[in-house]
């Protein structure tokens, strides 16, 4: 069963950094398309940014071009999200995604929380 865990959220003030990271059990080969989705209370989830390991290609959101970065280990299924210069609406749980093809998810963390205060 493929698990996938978030961690590294938590409450911090505007301007500050926060480091995500999410582990993958379950499955024996590398997985070639993360990425790090959003949800805040309200609103629709968001894709905040992708990576694509075969191609070499990451995506971001316009909202947080500039200032959050994805990588993924090489050769591991860890996956990490550098966020600096947070702003309060950055505020949400933020979601780790795993993808068996290049374009779509197929598992999904249970999300870790992070809290932007201004």
């Known amino acids: 069963q493929v698990q996938l865990v978030e961690s590294g959220g938590g409450s911090v003030q505007a301007a500050g950094s926060l480091r995500l990271s999410c582990a993958v059990s379950?499955?024996?080969?590398?997985?070639?398309?993360m990425g790090w989705f959003r949800q805040a209370p309200g609103k629709e989830r968001e894709e905040v940014a992708t990576?694509?390991?075969?191609?070499?290609?990451?995506t971001y959101a316009d909202s947080v071009k500039g200032r959050f970065t994805i990588s993924q280990e090489k050769g591991k299924n860890i996956l990490h999200l550098q966020m600096n210069s947070l702003k309060a609406e950055d505020t949400a749980m933020y979601y780790c995604?795993?993808?068996?093809?290049?374009?779509?998810?197929?598992?999904w963390g249970r999300g870790t929380q992070v809290t932007v205060s201004s």
């Open positions: 995604a795993a993808g068996l093809r290049i374009g779509t998810f197929d598992y």
């Open positions: 379950g499955y024996r080969y590398v997985i070639y398309y």
């Open positions: 990576v694509d390991g075969i191609r070499d290609i990451t």
